[in-house]
């Protein structure tokens, strides 16, 4: 937290979470404890879209099996934004190799040495393009993972509470596109209505449940998801859970909520594949 570390444990109660944190000063500590509430979610409250989809066709059986079920957030946005930016075009495993190696080399270690943190932005942004290629990014991607880092540590983001402005600016620096952003939104600033649809997951299941017996483009897994509104990036994770967990999810786009207002038809011809960036 700024300049002081704040070392946190956290363990699960039959009914609660309790929380442990050690830092320098109490202002640490009650900032560390406040994004340690956001980044498991304690604050979450899930029961207006487990109450809306309670009796949906899809989205039901997920919510009665799994009413624990809440995304994983981060607790700064940058750590977000930054493991988006490791994760396009990549596989998983590939990414996470990439992530680890950039936590071991730039984070910062406890002071028993035995713990890190993920890089602030100060931390990437002072590190050459090639540094951050040595972790396994791709020359274009470290110098995009330097020039975000750059704009968060000097301030000309506000990442925490200036979402909207900030997702402007980054889309303004080149490889940094809507999937970035729209991850950066759900995992690291708690926007339950940024569904990062250009997410290969989130094709092949609108591409299973819309019925098109393809992959679906970026644009109609927005379609999709539209009616959800506030709580479309929610009603994704919760979808893919069902499919990952195998329980009933046919190909039902009729099985969608009504969208408010003018209807909206589905495209007509396929659109362009969607790219993660």
Sequence with gaps: VGDEPVQARAWALSSSVRLRLEAPS?????????????????????RPF??????????GPVIRRRPWL???????????????????????????????????RYGRASDCGA?????????????????????????????????????????RLDLEHRHEPAWRALRTVPGIGSWTCEKLAFHGQGR??????????????????AGLGRRATEDEVREFFAPYG??????????LAGKLARLSLPPAASARPAARGRHRRPPTAPLPAAARW
Excluded: N
């Excluded at 506030?230 to 979808?239: F, K, N, T, V």
């Design 50 to 59: 487990q109450r809306r989809f309670a009796r949906h066709p899809l989205l």
């Design 115 to 155: 713990l890190r943190c993920a890089p602030s932005a100060a931390a990437v942004a002072g590190r050459a393009p090639a540094e951050l290629e040595a972790c396994g990014l791709t020359a274009t991607r470290a110098i995009a993972l330097r020039r975000v880092a750059r704009l968060a540590a000097g301030r």
């Design 230 to 239: 506030e709580h479309a990036a929610l009603a994704g994770i919760y979808l």
């Design 70 to 104: 809440r995304p994983w957030r981060t607790p700064e946005p940058f750590q977000a934004l930054a493991w988006a930016v490791c994760e396009q075009l990549i596989d998983f495993e590939r990414a996470t190799a990439i992530q680890r190696r950039l936590v071991w």
């Design 192 to 209: 339950d209505d940024q569904l990062p649809a250009g997410d290969l997951a989130y094709i092949k299941l609108v591409g299973h449940l």
């Design 26 to 46: 109490r202002a640490a500590v009650e900032r560390g404890a406040e994004r340690m509430r956001f980044a498991l979610g304690l604050d979450h409250d899930l």
